[in-house]
């Protein structure tokens, strides 16, 4: 009998063994917090595919070689910060903020000073005083600058080059979520050219909703929506308002383009996360973020619905197509 019993135990241990190692390793691998306002989908959404595809091509695989904890706020900004401080309970050994402007960024920030923060694209980091330069960051802060707000000027100039006649823009944007910089760029712009501005909220459906019954009665010469995390959503009820009734667009994320907006003119967003994955992977290899310098992107893509253009009756000139990254026939 004892004979028995030991072969029992030893062969329960021989068992065990393996599964033991292996929670070992699982408890060894790297956390990576994953803070987002938006909600999360399944497949995931462009940006956050581009990320994980970043990851794995530098040998970190979620649930193998990097453990992901994911935090969405679901469109709720005051949910951020419990959330980050969530992730810095957690002692997760990097913060990736995906997009959602300065409220998700803030929140990070504000939760930790020590734990590293890996942004996917910012305005301005040194203006929201994230970093001390671009060069040289400083802190526990760096990643990706999307510097949105120097685009604004240049959206309102393809506008105008495209349709000379625009003078009343209307500018749709969440206060919450937008960045000032760019509403101060598209504001000097306007000053430049001659366009007067009308400032739209659109904060929720309910905003939007009353804010194209305005629309459809002022009929402005060209509108454009400011670039957040939420604002894709509406992309199509905006791009079918604007074609219906005539009125001209320009945005700040293709997809608006290719769901029948006029133009579009904006980094490679799927890129810049893409990017932020070479962060975690230098940051996991003893890279400190104080060191790692800000990166700028340096992939636009100018996108023109010509299928649009054709049904507002507009004739797109050669010199902007040229210079077109996709064209929509």
């Known amino acids: 009998m004892r004979l028995i019993g030991l072969a029992v135990i030893l062969t329960l241990g021989l ?24 909600p999360l989908t399944e497949p995931p959404s462009p940006e956050r595919a581009a990320f994980l595809a970043g ?54 920030k504000q939760a ?27 802190g526990n802060v760096t990643g990706m600058s999307l510097m949105t707000h120097e685009l604004g000027s240049k ?55 009353r804010v194209l019954a305005v629309l459809e009665k002022e009929r402005p010469d060209g509108l454009t929506m400011f670039f957040d995390a939420k604002s894709t959503g509406y992309r199509a009820i905006v791009g079918d308002f604007a074609k219906k009734h005539k009125i001209p667009t320009i945005f700040g994320a293709k997809e608006f383009a290719q769901a029948g907006g006029l ?17 975690v992977d230098k940051i996991l290899k003893g890279a400190k973020p104080a060191d790692l310098p800000v990166e700028q992107p340096t992939k636009f893509e100018l996108v023109i619905n010509l299928k649009t253009a054709k049904a507002l009756g507009l004739t797109i000139p050669q010199s902007v197509l040229l210079r077109a990254d996709e064209v929509i026939e």
């Open 155 to 209: 959206r309102l100039e393809l506008l105008k080059e495209v349709v000379p006649r625009v003078a009343r823009l209307a500018v749709l944007w969440n206060p919450a979520t937008s960045d000032d910089l760019e509403l101060r760029a598209t504001r000097a712009a306007a000053r430049t050219l001659g366009v007067t501005l009308k400032l739209m909220e659109v904060k929720n459906a309910d905003d939007l909703a």
């Open 112 to 138: 930790t000073s020590t734990i590293p923060i890996v942004m996917t694209g910012s305005a301005d980091p040194v203006a929201e005083r994230l970093v001390a330069s671009l060069a040289r960051p400083g």
């Open 55 to 108: 990851l794995r091509e530098l040998g970190w695989i979620d649930g193998k070689t990097i453990a992901i904890e994911y935090r969405s706020a679901k469109w709720n900004v005051e949910l951020l910060d419990d959330l980050a401080e969530e992730l810095v309970r957690m002692k997760v050994d990097i913060i990736v903020v995906a997009g959602g402007g300065a409220p998700l960024r803030g929140a990070a």
């Open 15 to 38: 068992l065990l063994a393996p599964l033991a190692v292996e929670a070992q390793q699982r408890a060894k691998i790297p956390q990576l917090g994953y803070l987002v306002l938006s």
């Open 263 to 279: 133009m579009s003119y904006a980094p490679d967003i799927a890129e810049s996360f893409r990017r932020a994955a070479t962060y």
